[in-house]
């Protein structure tokens, strides 16, 4: 991601689900060296990322704890690191006007499809999803006067680690505590049985589709939501 920002020339930040090492979900605060101009948000600037990270459970069984981590993680951080980039994208544009210059920032928010059509056992990941398209859009409106574009992307079935057979055994590590990623071979031979196109994404496509919302490109291009699915849509 930092290699993509990078080379647009561009300034941006991507954004999905992520938290700060040594910080709590809800009360964390961004330190300067937290927020770099230029070259994005990645995890050497003190940003970890745990990717799509999910706790699902149907919603009569769902409990608070896990609605809330949940849209701490997918929702509240981006909201909360969008805030803390203000300084770098509207400020700066204000300095830049008065020089007659013209900078185009970038804000890209990671959705899913289910955050567009929902997804059985996935209420809290879903919600936050779709609220992220709520925030891209209101985004655009409120930062447009400082030639800040705002877009979401929301994938559907991507081949990752997340994505991959269950059964195989992975888990990732959150709070100490260790968690199992994947998805059921059986499930995961269904779903990709409904996508049109007949295959999951690769990471290479699913990049793609960052690198035209973070390049000049997408100068003119403001509050859309991208579903990259395959032809899937729920």
């Excluded at 409990?63 to 909201?79: G, M, R, S, V």
């Excluded at 400020?91 to 008065?98: F, G, H, P, V, W």
């Excluded at 992975?170 to 007949?198: L, Q």
């Amino acid at each position: 991601g930092d290699r993509v920002v990078r080379n647009t020339g561009t300034i941006g930040v991507a954004l999905s689900g992520c938290t700060f090492p040594g910080h709590n979900r809800t009360t964390f605060h961004l330190q300067p060296n937290e927020i770099e101009y230029g070259v994005g948000i990645h995890g050497e600037q003190g940003v970890e990322r745990l990717r799509d990270l999910t706790i699902d459970e149907l919603i009569h069984k769902m409990t608070e704890e896990q609605w809330d981590k949940i849209l701490d993680l997918h929702l509240k951080a981006p909201f909360r690191i969008i805030q803390a980039a203000k300084p770098y994208f509207c400020d700066e544009a204000k300095q830049e006007k008065a020089r007659g210059e013209t900078v185009s920032r970038k804000i890209i928010n990671i959705s899913s499809i289910a955050g567009i059509g929902g997804n059985t056992g996935q209420a809290n990941y879903s919600a936050a999803k779709a609220g992220l398209v709520g925030l891209t859009k209101t985004i655009s409106k409120e930062w447009a006067r400082y030639n800040v574009q705002c877009n979401c992307v929301a994938f559907g079935f991507i081949d990752t680690r997340l994505t991959q057979e269950k059964e195989k055994g992975v888990t990732v590590e959150s709070e100490a505590k260790k968690i199992a990623i994947g998805v059921p071979k059986a499930h995961r031979d269904i779903f990709i049985k409904m996508i049109p196109m007949g295959r999951p994404g690769t990471a290479e496509e699913a990049a793609g589709t960052i690198l035209f919302f973070a390049s000049p490109l997408s100068d003119y291009v403001s509050g859309q939501v991208l579903v990259v699915g395959g032809g899937f849509s729920m």
